[in-house]
């Protein structure tokens, strides 16, 4: 529970700073920052998550 308080109040925090420097709508550059940044975590995901995640469970691959 305090963990997403403290992502909210960091998220208002990127908002008020953004709007600062920003005179336009911060909105778009918001939601295409958070799509680019899940993209991005997918991407890592999709290149490391096999040798990452092989630490906890090693299993044998079904492809073979």
């Known amino acids: 529970?305090?963990?997403k308080a403290v992502q909210l109040v960091r998220?208002?925090?990127m908002t008020t700073a953004l709007s600062l420097f920003h005179s336009g709508d911060a909105?778009?550059?918001i939601i295409m920052f958070n799509i680019?940044?899940?993209m991005m975590f997918v991407?890592?995901?999709g290149l490391?998550?096999?040798h990452m995640m092989q630490w906890i469970a090693p299993?044998?691959?079904i492809r073979d």
Request: no cysteine.
């Open 11 to 13: 998220l208002k925090e």
């Open 1 to 3: 529970m305090q963990r």
């Open 48 to 50: 490391f998550g096999r």
């Open 43 to 45: 991407g890592l995901g």
């Open 27 to 29: 909105t778009f550059m």
């Open 36 to 38: 680019g940044t899940a």
């Open 59 to 61: 299993r044998p691959s």
